[in-house]
């Protein structure tokens, strides 16, 4: 179910970067739009594959942004990104990373015969590339005091889901970082946090083998049901708002409930009725 909102003014004044958004499929595209309704100015980032992959340039458009074009995994192109974000905007108020991409998933190799090569790369796309961003924001003097750190998790990170392999190791190290870089930013009056986030049907969700079923699955556990992006990128803009100013270190979970499940009726119901086939097959 998706809510019209014509916005709080919640981001009037404050300006950030949103790294991540592909197409109007990906979270980040909705928060980036979120952010502009909630009267934010922000950069949008991606690597410069993403130019050929995507339509960033449009989303772009619609939001009156500037896009930098940096491979969040390369310390030189960030260095350079957040020194031109400094002259243009001078110390920004929040960074928003969704970022993430599981190479042995991608090539359908499984968890037990990893090619580590792969998997060196998918925890430094996806989780060392938050350690790198915040870094060198820091290095640059160009997130003010009191900004907002907001990166996008998984409940794969915490259980097991099969399929999601690799991507649950490096969710997991995204969120001990969330942490222990939270500890450090504390100093400066800085917050960062992770959303963990229904499976959300994205490019990057697609690509994982079984996602489908891992949708179906937490559609009829979850309470509430999956949380779409657009209720994710609304959610996103409370903790890039002053009225979150005292939350921080913490994995939030945007999941209509699933974090807290066992099993559902739906499901018991479902599963009473495969195993009564199996037993009676006509």
């Not at 100015?41 to 939001?63: C, E, I």
């Not at 060392?128 to 924001?137: F, G, P, T």
């Not at 942490?179 to 009056?189: A, N, T, V």
């Not at 921080?248 to 999941?255: F, G, K, N, R």
Request: charged content about 25%; overall charge negative; proline content about 2%.
């Amino acid at each position: 179910m998706h809510y019209a909102m014509d916005g709080y003014d919640l981001l009037d004044g404050k300006t950030g970067i949103i790294f991540g958004a592909l197409n109007e499929e990906s979270i980040a595209w909705s928060v980036a739009e979120a952010c502009d309704r909630e009267g934010a100015d922000f950069v949008l980032s991606n690597a410069p594959v993403a130019r050929r992959l995507g339509s960033l340039d449009a989303l772009a458009d619609k939001t009156d942004s500037d896009v930098i074009w940096a491979d969040a995994t390369d310390d030189e192109a960030l260095a350079e990104l957040f020194a031109e974000v400094k002259e243009a905007h001078g110390a920004i108020d929040f960074i928003v990373h969704s970022i993430g991409m599981g190479v042995n998933v991608r090539k359908d190799v499984p968890y037990e015969d990893l090619n580590y090569n792969w998997y060196e790369q998918t925890l430094d796309i996806s989780a060392v590339s938050l350690h790198r961003i915040v870094r060198h924001a820091l290095d640059a003097d160009a997130i003010a005091d009191g900004g907002s750190i907001l990166a996008m998790s998984y409940i794969g990170a915490q259980r097991i889901f099969s399929k999601y392999s690799e991507m649950g190791d490096a969710k997991a190290l995204l969120e001990s970082i969330v942490r222990s870089f939270g500890y450090r930013l504390g100093e400066h009056d800085i917050r960062i946090n992770a959303i963990s986030q229904s499976p959300t049907k994205t490019t990057a969700g697609s690509g994982i083998d079984g996602f489908n079923a891992m949708y179906e699955f937490a559609e009829r556990v979850a309470p509430l049901g999956n949380a779409d992006a657009d209720s994710c990128a609304d959610y996103a803009v409370t903790l890039l708002s002053d009225l979150t100013r005292m939350v921080t270190m913490q994995t939030l979970y945007h999941d209509g409930g699933f974090s807290n499940m066992g099993i559902s009726d739906e499901i018991v119901e479902a599963m009473a009725d495969s195993l009564a086939e199996e037993e009676n097959p006509s």
